[in-house]
């Protein structure tokens, strides 16, 4: 990085970890993040930790140039203490106000307790956030009918036919997430961090013995209607066993016991990644850093470029690109750059996962 320039590192995507009571929230956050559940509190705050997103992609171009580090991508996970029971009076409102500042969400539940019902504790969940949201765009309702009487406004009747489609979705029990609607319109509806747009990830919490017993994927199957709720069913209490044990052998050697071939956070982590419509580019062929770097799907190489640093958005002039696989095959980049593998790119290009770019800029 040239001297005195700063880094714009993009802001890491958070991932709220929400469920009933005793569901298994912070077991579950804990098993992701390495955290000792004992020494978390339990009172009303909010535990936030960051994890790496596994990728052995990574692992092969550490290999192949030999830097001095590398660096993954990473995620924000936190898990709320308090109450985000479902009661007379609805979810707690700072638990709520909370979850809106997610990017996505991971609803626990409980497939472990006598007469579980996983999929009815989701069903009342999503009925607490649309309430929660059918809240929220009543009010604005309200406040734009009060600044029409005093003034028209387009924006303002166009919003208000936005607000109003909103309402009708919620109030027939729909999320807005699939909502087809403008590009405008979109833009239009971030501000009010609606949780019912939110991707959400059901982690269905099931016991040691169902675990032992390979049910997961029979958990899993449960949820396959549910539509764009991706489901992962997992042990948390077993997870959070293993996420303790820093010995790779020791937690070979647990794994071995338990029956299964490995942990099923990689994945969990992996699903959190993909629901939020993200991709994995890197950057290598130095001797500082290989490094992957998170952008959302669709992203062109300029804003890919400033993910990296502001400076090489602004002056962007092109990008060398090679796809990781077309680099292993030719084994470098001289060698790919000699059977023409590797590719010049301009503004209007389109990041694919797993590019490895080399962003040629001037400022």
């Not at 992203?299 to 502001?310: M, N």
């Amino acid at each position: 990085m040239p001297p005195g320039r700063e880094r714009k590192d993009t802001e890491r995507v958070k991932t709220g970890i929400t469920g009933l009571p005793f569901s298994g929230k912070t077991t579950l956050f804990c098993a992701l993040t390495g955290q000792d559940y004992g020494s978390l509190g339990h009172g009303r705050e909010i535990h936030p930790g960051t994890v790496p997103v596994p990728d052995r992609r990574l692992d092969v171009l550490f290999d192949l140039f030999q830097p001095r580090k590398k660096t993954p991508a990473t995620m924000e996970y936190f898990d709320i203490a308090g109450k985000p029971a479902l009661e007379k009076g609805g979810m707690d409102t700072a638990v709520i106000r909370t979850l809106r500042n997610a990017d996505s969400l991971v609803v626990v539940l409980d497939a472990f307790s006598p007469g579980a019902d996983p999929r009815r504790d989701l069903a009342a969940l999503i009925e607490e956030f649309a309430l929660s949201d059918l809240v929220v765009a009543t009010n604005r309702l309200e406040r734009i009918e009060k600044e029409l009487r005093a003034q028209k406004d387009e924006r303002l009747v166009h919003e208000r036919e936005l607000m109003e489609s909103v309402r009708e979705r919620l109030e027939g029990g729909e999320r807005l997430t699939g909502m087809a609607m403008t590009e405008s319109q979109d833009k239009a509806l971030r501000g009010f961090q609606f949780l019912t747009r939110k991707p959400i990830l059901a982690v269905v919490n099931i016991s040691e013995a169902d675990l032992e017993a390979g049910r997961a994927e029979q958990y899993e199957k449960q949820f396959a209607d549910t539509g764009n709720i991706h489901a992962a069913a997992i042990c948390a209490e077993v997870e959070m066993e293993i996420a303790a044990l820093d010995n790779p052998e020791e937690r070979a050697e647990f794994l071995a016991s338990m029956g299964i071939e490995e942990s099923a956070m990689g994945r969990l982590i992996h699903l959190s990644y993909e629901s939020l419509g993200l991709l994995s580019f890197f950057t290598a062929g130095g001797d500082d850093e290989v490094r992957a770097w998170t952008v959302r799907q669709g992203a062109k190489a300029p804003e890919c470029a400033g993910v990296i640093h502001s400076d090489m958005e602004r002056g962007f002039i092109r990008a060398e690109t090679i796809a990781f696989d077309d680099l292993v095959l030719a084994g470098s980049l001289k060698a790919a750059r000699e059977k023409g593998l590797l590719r010049i790119e301009g503004r209007e290009y389109i990041v694919n996962d797993g590019d490895i770019l080399t962003i040629r800029f001037n400022v």
